[in-house]
Structures are given as structure tokens and as C-alpha cells.
């Protein structure tokens, strides 16, 4: 407010100026509380957008940490289930490793009786022969 110089009269200051001032300042202040009213009307509506934007961030925060437990719970069944999976392998591979030298031990086992059914069969038909060689000499000394 500036500085106002009011008109004297008989008793003091002239009313009409009195009441022209204070009319002049209680326009200035329904002017500036309405300013104020506006810019409060104004914060309070940016404080509830705020707290709405806080609202959904915390919504999505929830969400996003909740996705980040199913991802975190995904990941660790699915270790579990690759450790699953490897140990499962390694007990098949064991498995078949032990068929395959069983199967090896029986193949070895009937090559060695082949082997000797063959040798059998080598000594009977030199015996056969070394027989006949021996029949045949005989008949051709005779």
C-alpha cells in the first residue's frame, strides 16, 4: 500500500476521502485474496494431482515388484528344475554307461566262446585232415 495524504476538515480528516481510501484498499485486498484463493485453489489441485501421481506410482511399484517375484520365483524353479534335469541326465548316462560295459562283457564273453569254439573246430578239422592224410597214405601204400 502506498502512503496516502488525507484531506483535513473542521474535524479532522474529510470522510469522503477516508472512505474513497478505504474503499480503494478493501477493493486491493478482495482483489489480492482472491489472487491467494486462485493460487491456493490452484496448489490444492497440483497437491491432489501429486498425490494422485503418488498413488500410481506406488500401484506400479506394487506391480512392478510383483513381477519382479514372479520373475525372481521363475528363475529359481527354473534351476531347480535344470539341476533336475542334470542330475537326471547323469543318472541315465550312468545307467547306460553300465548297460553298455554290461553289453561289452557279454559280447567279449561270447567272442571269447566263439573264439574257442572256433579253435574246437580248427584242431577237429586239422585232426580231420592229419586223419585223412594219413588214410589216404595208407590206401596209396597199398
Do not use: C, P, W
Amino acid at each position: 500500500m502506498s502512503k496516502k495524504i488525507f484531506g483535513t476538515s473542521l474535524f479532522g480528516f474529510k470522510k469522503k476521502d477516508v472512505l474513497a481510501y478505504l474503499d480503494n484498499v478493501t477493493n486491493d485486498m478482495s482483489i489480492k485474496i482472491k489472487e491467494k484463493d486462485n493460487e491456493i485453489a490452484s496448489l490444492k489441485e497440483q497437491i491432489s494431482t501429486l498425490n494422485s501421481d503418488i498413488i500410481k506410482l506406488q500401484q506400479n511399484g506394487n506391480l512392478f515388484e510383483a513381477e519382479r517375484q514372479n520373475v525372481a520365483n521363475a528363475i529359481i524353479r527354473a534351476e531347480e528344475k535344470a539341476a533336475q534335469i542334470i542330475e537326471d541326465a547323469k543318472k541315465e548316462a550312468q545307467a547306460s554307461r553300465e548297460e553298455i560295459l554290461n553289453q561289452i562283457n557279454s559280447d567279449r564273453l561270447q567272442l571269447k566262446e566263439l573264439q574257442q569254439e572256433i579253435s574246437h573246430i580248427r584242431r577237429n578239422a586239422i585232426n580231420s585232415i592229419s586223419k585223412l592224410n594219413g588214410e589216404l597214405e595208407h590206401l596209396e601204400d597199398k
